[in-house]
């Protein structure tokens, strides 16, 4: 006869697992890596995974620009990134993007090999590195080759002249890197949907080291011409760590001689010899 007092065998097995979870120690919060001059350390080659490149908010698979290349050449399904699903617009600047995606192609300065501008040059399909030294931050970008210096020596100092990179002021707030950008062309998209904005931008970017090889990025993009309020992005980045990692060289402008100057081909596009 079994003792009234006696625990049934399965439950002993169960109250063992949670007394045995219970006493496991917490995992330990990540402990931010410091520079020599004792500030986070975010060196290292950096790239995006998603979508976000082809369109901020939720979006379905499309044709892509280039049809002869089939399912290769279309765009994939992605996810949102922006908070709260939509970006803000005012009713006429969503006319204007509207009218930016029916044309995407021909009007897409990516496509023409410009510089992408910031918050883009973050969440291109192409890596890029944060070289960190007292003073600065030298950011370079494989598309384009292009890059920025994010100053942290120069706290309330402006841009002399609007530039397709901006003008970039850091500071750390505790172990976040804020970095605040202004005076950026308006020629730049934010993505290859139609995106915009105007010579109002301003960008104020969050990067927080959340692991050995993982950051999350932050944009609050404010542009009072084209939006209705301030509105805010977020992704995580991912550090490239296969042996050889580093910046490779793409010098895109060859490739888009057709696209920037087709109008004036007597032909077709040129192909691939």
């Known amino acids: 006869m079994q003792n009234r007092f006696e625990m049934p065998s399965h439950l002993v097995a169960t109250v ?35 979508s976000a490149h082809w369109d901020l908010e939720d979006h379905n698979a499309r044709q892509g620009g280039a049809p002869i290349l089939g399912a290769l050449g279309a765009i994939p399904a992605g996810r949102s990134v922006v ?64 890059s920025r210096v994010i100053h942290l020596n120069r706290p309330g100092s402006e841009a002399d002249l609007e530039s397709w990179m901006g003008y ?36 104020v970017e969050r990067y927080t080291r959340t692991g050995e090889n993982t950051l999350h990025y932050e944009a609050t993009i404010e542009d009072p011409k084209v939006f209705t309020r301030p509105w805010k992005i977020s992704m995580p980045l991912y550090r490239r760590i296969e042996p050889g990692a580093r910046i490779l060289e793409f010098k895109c402008v060859e490739f888009a001689e057709y696209a920037t100057y087709g109008d004036y081909y007597s032909e077709e596009a040129p192909t691939q010899e």
């Not at 045995?20 to 290292?44: F, L, R």
């Not at 192609?105 to 960190?132: E, H, N, S, W």
């Not at 202004?182 to 020629?187: E, G, I, R």
Request: aromatic share 14%.
């Open 83 to 146: 908070e709260g699903g939509t970006i803000p617009y005012q009713d006429w600047a969503l006319a204007q993007r509207q009218e930016n995606l029916a044309n995407w192609v021909k009007l897409d300065p990516a496509v023409k090999c410009y510089m992408p501008g910031i918050p883009r040059g973050t969440y291109m399909p192409f890596p890029f590195q944060f070289v960190q030294s007292k003073d600065a931050i030298l950011v370079a970008y494989e598309f384009t080759s292009s």
């Open 168 to 203: 970039s002021l850091g500071h750390f707030d505790g172990d976040t890197l804020v970095v605040d950008v202004t005076a950026q062309v308006p020629d730049t998209w934010f993505d290859s949907s139609g995106n915009f904005h105007s010579d109002e931008l301003h960008v």
């Open 16 to 50: 063992g697992i949670f007394f045995a979870v219970s006493a496991m120690p917490a995992e330990a919060a990540y402990e931010v890596p410091k520079t020599p001059d004792g500030v986070p350390d975010y060196n290292g080659i950096w790239q995006a995974m998603g």
